[in-house]
């Protein structure tokens, strides 16, 4: 097992590491901008660098500030949490020749799910079910109208460096396509550096579902049940909840065993996740996330297992049970992420928080990295944090999640926490009927406008 451990990350999930690491009796390192010295994740862990000013690129992003860090702790392992280093095979790989171990899979999994046009390619030869689309990327205009008549219109072009939902552009027409493509080339030139692009068959309704899956790296895997992720702001998920009220035992069954045997196939370690889009009963690969999820306490709450714990576990080559029989689900749960932003205009709102409060009671988590006087910075991501329910059934996980709303106080800032008490009390909400486009047609309806 590894003596300490350095988190490459910030908020609420460099709190969660350190937890993890704490119960293992693992020693902790945080790094932190000179924007974050307040940080909660600063004060709890047991040593802190400061690793540079507060722009990502030149703190959380710096891996020569990190390797120096790890140099003057002697820490021997580096969790990225999510964001950040998270998916960067070659930082994986730099870590491997410092003798410092990275927290995550093999870096050749990494790169292969970073592109989105190899991770389709591998997902297709594992024998996941994909959407229908170009078999590659596409080059030139000729080559993409032909794969759109081939697939038929509506037709989405994706980056194939792609995240963050950037470098989308749906065409519903051959018309649309030109400027759809050359739309996409130029957010994804400028958000990742790189221009390839694809061709996705556009669908309508979807929900998007999401399999979360653990890999020992020597050809052990188990699938620990899906998310529903399907209520989604500008392709960003705002909540997400498990068991889909979408999915019957079966078709769960079937999604999972798929990607546990994918995973077997790929000898994946460490904690990954598959996600879908599930229209007309059918499930379809758009792409896998090799390191922890934000949402990922959804799946601790009704499996009972501590995912990052096993992270850790599985880095460190200690065994980890990998038999599916031993994966049990328990009731519902579901995760609001509550962001310091105006709940309708979305507006990001950083600044003090005055007053704080977070709710409590049975079957109710919290993980966040705020606290009553602090000051959420201006310069990273506007999460607030995580408001995490669970309850024997879905109902009494609604119920919960209404009553733990109701107590949560924030003050000084605006947070999206309306937005979720609004949310809580729709009838489609409650029914579990809605897809993906479903939150962006209730904000454009004025489902908001009334309330805030
Ligand atoms: P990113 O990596 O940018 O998050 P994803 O491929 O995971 O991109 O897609 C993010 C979201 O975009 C999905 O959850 C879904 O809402 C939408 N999306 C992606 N592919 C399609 C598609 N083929 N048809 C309709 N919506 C899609």
Redesign the pocket.
């Known amino acids: 097992m590894f003596d300490k451990i350095l988190i490459a990350n910030r908020g609420e999930i460099a709190l969660r590491i350190l937890r993890a690491a704490k119960e293992l009796g693992i020693a902790t390192v945080a790094v932190y901008s000179t924007a974050d010295a307040d940080a909660m994740h600063v004060r709890l862990a047991d040593e802190s660098v400061c690793i540079g000013p507060p722009s990502a690129r030149d703190s959380y992003l710096n891996v020569p500030a990190l390797l120096a860090a790890c140099e003057i702790t002697g820490a021997d392992a580096i969790h990225p949490g999510y964001g950040f280093l998270s998916e960067n095979a070659r930082f994986a790989e730099i870590l491997a020749e410092h003798s410092i171990a990275f927290i995550g899979p093999k870096p050749e999994h990494i790169r292969i799910m970073g592109d989105?046009i190899e991770a389709k390619r591998t997902a297709r030869r594992l024998g996941i079910p994909c959407?229908p689309?170009s078999e590659g990327g596409v080059s030139d205009e000729a080559e993409a109208q032909r794969v759109a008549a081939d697939i038929g219109y509506p037709v989405?072009v994706?980056?194939a460096a792609?995240?963050?939902?950037?470098?989308?552009k749906?065409a519903r027409s051959k018309d649309d396509l030109l400027h759809a493509i050359q739309t996409a080339k130029t957010e994804a030139k400028a958000a990742f550096g790189d221009d390839a692009v694809y061709l996705?068959?556009?669908?309508?309704k979807?929900r998007?579902i999401e399999v979360q899956i653990l890999g020992d790296g020597q050809g052990g895997a188990v699938h620990l049940g899906e998310r529903d992720?399907?209520l989604?702001r500008r392709?960003?998920?705002v909540l997400e909840e498990s068991p889909s009220p979408a999915l019957n035992d079966t078709q769960r069954a079937e999604i999972g065993e798929i990607c546990a045997s994918a995973m077997r196939e790929l000898r994946y370690a460490g904690a990954g996740t598959i996600?879908f889009?599930f229209e007309d009963g059918k499930f379809?690969f758009?792409?896998m996330?090799t390191r922890i999820q934000v949402e990922h306490p959804v799946t601790e709450m009704i499996t009972g297992l501590d995912l990052v714990t096993a992270q850790i576990r599985i880095a460190a080559g200690s065994p980890v049970s990998m038999i599916q029989e031993d994966v049990k689900f328990f009731g519902h749960a579901i995760e609001c992420r509550v962001n310091a932003e105006h709940p309708s205009t979305f507006r990001p709102s950083p600044g003090r928080i005055s007053y704080y409060h977070p709710p409590g009671g049975v079957g109710v988590r919290v993980d966040s990295a705020v606290y009553q006087g602090y000051k959420i910075p201006s310069n990273y991501d506007s999460l607030v944090g995580k408001l995490i329910v669970h309850g024997r059934t879905r109902n009494e996980a609604l119920m919960r999640l209404r009553r733990a709303l109701d107590e949560f106080i924030v003050d000084g800032v605006d947070t999206t926490l309306p937005l979720f008490r609004t949310l809580v009390r729709n009838a489609d909400v409650q029914n579990g009927l809605y897809d993906?486009?479903w939150l962006e047609q209730f904000l454009a309806t004025g489902g908001m406008d009334l309330n805030s």
């Open positions: 989105k959407v689309g989405l994706k980056a792609g995240g963050g939902g950037r470098g989308m749906v996705e068959k556009y669908l309508e979807p998007h992720c399907s989604q392709h960003q998920k996600e889009l379809y758009i792409e996330n993906i486009h």
